[in-house]
């Protein structure tokens, strides 16, 4: 009777244990933080054990190549043996990555077997790796040393505790270190056959940011094409040929980070039997992709600045300020202009190895040419000239 009242109950409560949507999400909720959390303890923990084989290669244990065995490696509860395996996996990758260790990790099934020993004293279970003699007699092999690494949970930390014990009677330590990580430590990843403390990665990504130093060599290729005016213009002015520039000089950056650079450049253009030019240009850039330069992905500046041109032969006839037909164009001999010009726009970079940049240029002097039109007018500018550039540093 009271087993039956008892399924009555349950049965007639079915409806109070079900589990409202509410709770499914939260239970969904909670398994995603476990999920996570676990995640972190796993990268955490291999960070743990990259740290200890690194700290072996700058000071090894052993003179020369020792044979080990992994006597064991222990995890947080709750973690389960997955998370075991993959240490032991991870640990064993390394050490063959890093031979300069001068530890061989080794295959030993007699010394992590039970073995059952009996004697005049008593018969002793236990595994063969925590009895040496034992080990000795049954011809256990292998190395001479157990490696023995525990993983905790202590609080907010992950401790590793790592002891190396020499395989013989008294079992004495022969080396132990402890390592532990915050909880909330990003891992550093490190690649196997490139170990590297957090210093050293810190100090040879200043490196590499900083290495080319603060001042850099341009040779920049220009392109500045010009506008032509209005069709309603009569007579219809003629706009200047495209000029190119062969330019280069010195950008200076005031920190490694190179959030801001300043670049002086002199340029020169030369087409025969159609014009020849000199130029100097002062430019300020601002990266407005982040705080500092990338290594891994493009950089976008903005830029603003000017320059002065000094242009002559036939095809400079149209920056005059009379309106030239074709005659003028085929029969002025070799006419001079002296052009002062500001500019804006931006520069995408990769590595300040190369760069391709655009930007818009005026040229106040002659803002009511009848042989210049306008690109874009803003802010009260007439922006007449339209330059591309292609960048190489040094």
Not at 63 to 90: C, K, R, Y
Not at 194 to 214: F, P, V
Not at 240 to 245: E, I, N, V
Request: glycine residues 10%.
């Amino acid at each position: 009777m009271r087993t039956l009242a008892l399924a009555v109950a349950l049965l007639a409560g079915g409806e109070a244990l079900a589990v409202t949507p509410a709770e499914q999400a939260q239970i969904a909720q909670l398994d995603r933080l476990r999920a996570q959390v676990a995640d972190q303890v796993h990268l955490a923990a291999f960070d743990l054990v990259d740290e200890l084989v690194y700290g072996w290669t700058a000071d090894p244990v052993f003179p020369s190549e020792t044979q080990v065995v992994l006597a064991g490696v222990t995890v947080p509860v709750g973690l389960g043996t997955g998370l075991q395996a993959l240490i032991e996996n991870h640990l064993a990758a390394v050490l063959a990555e890093n031979p300069s260790t001068h530890v061989q990790l080794v295959h030993c099934p007699q010394c992590t077997a039970v073995v059952v020993h009996s004697g005049p004293e008593g018969t002793v279970i236990s595994r063969g790796i925590d009895d040496p003699e034992v080990l000795e007699r049954i011809g256990g092999g292998g190395g001479k040393h157990a490696l023995f690494v525990d993983v905790e949970a202590e609080g907010a930390w992950l401790v590793l505790r790592a002891r190396l014990t020499r395989l013989t009677p008294d079992l004495p330590i022969v080396w132990s270190h402890t390592l532990s990580t915050a909880a909330g430590t990003p891992a550093l990843l490190r690649q196997p056959t490139h170990l590297k403390s957090a210093a050293e990665a810190r100090r040879e990504y200043l490196d590499a940011l900083s290495g080319r130093g603060n001042s850099l060599i341009p040779l920049r290729f220009a392109v500045r094409s010009y506008a032509a005016p209005p069709s309603w213009y009569d007579p219809p002015g003629t706009p200047p040929p495209p000029f190119l520039w062969l330019q280069s000089g010195v950008e200076l950056a005031p920190t490694s980070a190179r959030a801001w650079t300043a670049s002086l450049l002199a340029g020169v253009s030369y087409i025969p039997q159609a014009y020849q030019g000199l130029m100097t240009q002062a430019r300020i850039s601002r990266l407005i992709t982040g705080r500092a330069r990338s290594l891994t992905r493009p950089d976008l500046y903005v830029f603003g600045g000017i320059a002065m041109m000094t242009v002559w032969g036939p095809g400079t006839a149209s920056f005059q300020a009379p309106t030239p037909n074709g005659d003028d164009l085929l029969t002025v001999a070799s006419p001079r202009e002296i052009l002062g010009t500001f500019h804006l726009g931006a520069d995408l970079r990769l590595g300040n190895r190369i760069g391709i940049s655009a930007f818009l240029e005026t040229l106040p002097a002659l803002s009511q040419s009848e042989n210049l039109g306008e690109y874009y007018y803003g802010l009260g500018i007439s922006f007449q000239s339209l330059g591309s550039e292609v960048t190489f540093w040094f």
